[in-house]
T-cell receptor, first 112, second 111 residues
Framework: EAGVAQSPRYKIIEKRQSVAFWCNPI?????LYWYQQILGQGPKLLIQ????????DSQLPKDRFSAERLKGVDSTLKIQPAKLEDSAVYLC??????????FGQGTRLTVV | AQSVTQPDIHITVSEGASLELRCNYS??????LFWYVQSPGQGLQLLLK??????LVQGIKGFEAEFKRSQSSFNLRKPSVHWSDAAEYFC?????????FGAGTRLTVKP
């Protein structure tokens, strides 16, 4: 079975620019997560979707971050404008009900 | 508040020695419990999981973990560490699809 696909793998942008990440979850997985992993820390949940509805976005900085999951499949995460502290790896994961989450390889964002 | 604690930021063990990584959680009810491993530049790979039943669970790569309800712990163990086990290890808990991670323990393996 195909895994969680993310693109791009790497992105370097200047502060105040915008950036978008894309995620294609495992087929049939209703739950999709976006995590932010800052170097040396554990993944922090940004937003969780159940199908195309938001379950939890309490830790999403909504003044600059947005995410959508159209048609309950693919998802995009956007940052606009980016700050230096947004430099991190952005991980997408999907799961079937409350079983384990399957992770993509992540997008490493560097803001300079 | 719900939380996951991994008390050890960094552990160094000799190759062939035994390993135990600690994980404690604070949740209202017994959540689902997981251990993930992350090698440099890679995503997270599931080592093992506990949902219910036998409190000692076996995972991949020779790892096992024991759930202790009285201590709210889910410690990861391996009897003999290999150099390839050097990585970052994350404990995670899930309750109603809300998956949270600990800060991780970095494992260094000495030759």
């Amino acid at each position: 079975e195909a895994g969680v696909a993310q693109s791009p793998r790497y992105k370097i942008i200047e502060k105040r620019q915008s950036v978008a990440f894309w995620c294609n979850p495992i087929s049939g997985h209703a739950t999709l997560y976006w995590y932010q992993q800052i170097l040396g820390q554990g993944p922090k949940l940004l937003i969780q979707f159940q199908n195309n509805g938001v379950v939890d976005d309490s830790q999403l900085p909504k003044d600059r971050f947005s995410a959508e999951r159209l048609k309950g499949v693919d998802s995009t995460l956007k940052i606009q404008p980016a700050k230096l502290e947004d430099s991190a790896v952005y991980l997408c994961a999907s799961s079937l009900r409350s079983t384990e989450a399957f992770f993509g390889q992540g997008t490493r964002l560097t803001v300079v | 508040a719900q939380s996951v604690t991994q008390p050890d930021i960094h552990i160094t063990v000799s190759e062939g020695a035994s390993l135990e990584l600690r994980c404690n959680y604070s949740y209202g009810a017994t959540p689902y419990l997981f251990w993930y491993v992350q090698s440099p530049g890679q995503g997270l790979q599931l080592l093992l999981k506990y949902f219910s039943g036998d409190t000692l669970v076996q995972g991949i790569k020779g790892f096992e973990a024991e759930f202790k309800r009285s201590q709210s712990s889910f410690n990861l163990r391996k009897p003999s560490v290999h150099w390839s086990d050097a990585a970052e290890y994350f404990c995670a808990v899930s309750n109603n699809n809300d998956m949270r991670f600990g800060a991780g323990t970095r494992l260094t393996v000495k030759p």
